[in-house]
């Protein structure tokens, strides 16, 4: 069974500071791995995906995330973040089926 | 411009009161899904379709029914709500379910029962 763990529930920033949002999943199989944002009333949308390939993997907005075979990790960053982008993240791993980790909600402030 | 679309947006409710929440998607999608969010648990699945007439359950299925008679939709019905089903529900559809599939999710549906 696979499982999904967001390391971070609240991350408070500042504008134009990097942010990192850790992610880190259990799985027997090899795994597909996203990243969703929710902003404030809207649903998910996704963010990227690593399928294979480069583990770097840059999405919209300018995120981007590394997946780490031995450490299992996929975290996300972005080297400045905006007001904008204030949301809540989440990381889910899909090997059989797709599994959400519990989000993380990151607050720009200026 | 394609979307999923879910009403309403907002629902109070009393319960036992049965309801229906919609789910309909323009992008002739084989697979849709339902989830609920709950804080520090993330989303979890509800119920899902691989395709017309054919439905599955997820990992917190009790309580809810759905059907799919048409492609395009998906409602999710709530024969007797209970209180403890007072979450945010999102649909979701990908075009056939497979796992490195993009989901798209409509906007939400806020259900209060009291």
């Known amino acids: 069974a696979q499982s999904v763990t967001q390391l971070d529930s609240q991350v408070p920033v500042f504008e134009e500071a990097p942010v990192e949002l850790r992610c880190n999943y259990s799985s027997s199989v090899s795994v597909y791995l996203f990243w969703y944002v929710q902003y404030p009333n809207q649903g998910l949308q996704l963010l990227l995906k690593y399928l294979s390939g480069s583990t770097l993997v840059k999405g919209i907005n300018g995120f981007e995330a590394e997946f780490n075979k031995s450490q299992t990790s996929f975290h996300l960053r972005k080297p400045s973040v905006h007001i904008s982008d204030t949301a809540e993240y989440f990381c889910?791993?899909?090997?059989?089926?797709?599994?959400f980790g519990a989000g993380t909600t990151v607050t720009v402030r200026a | 411009e394609a979307q999923v679309t879910q009403n309403p947006r907002y629902l109070i409710t009393v319960t036992g009161k049965k309801l229906t929440v919609t789910c309909s998607q323009n992008m002739n999608h084989e697979y849709m899904s339902w989830y609920r969010q709950d804080p520090g648990l993330g989303l979890r699945q509800i119920y899902y379709s691989m395709n017309v007439e054919v439905t599955d359950k997820g990992d917190v299925p009790e309580g809810y029914k759905v059907s799919r008679k048409e492609k395009r939709n998906f409602p999710l019905i709530l024969e007797s709500p209970s209180p403890n089903q007072t979450s945010l529900y999102f649909c979701?559809?990908?075009?056939?379910?497979?796992?490195?599939?993009?989901?798209?999710f409509g906007s939400g549906t806020q259900l209060s029962v009291l």
């Open positions: 979701a559809s990908s075009l056939s379910g497979r796992t490195d599939e993009k989901l798209f």
């Open positions: 889910a791993v899909g090997d059989y089926k797709l599994s």
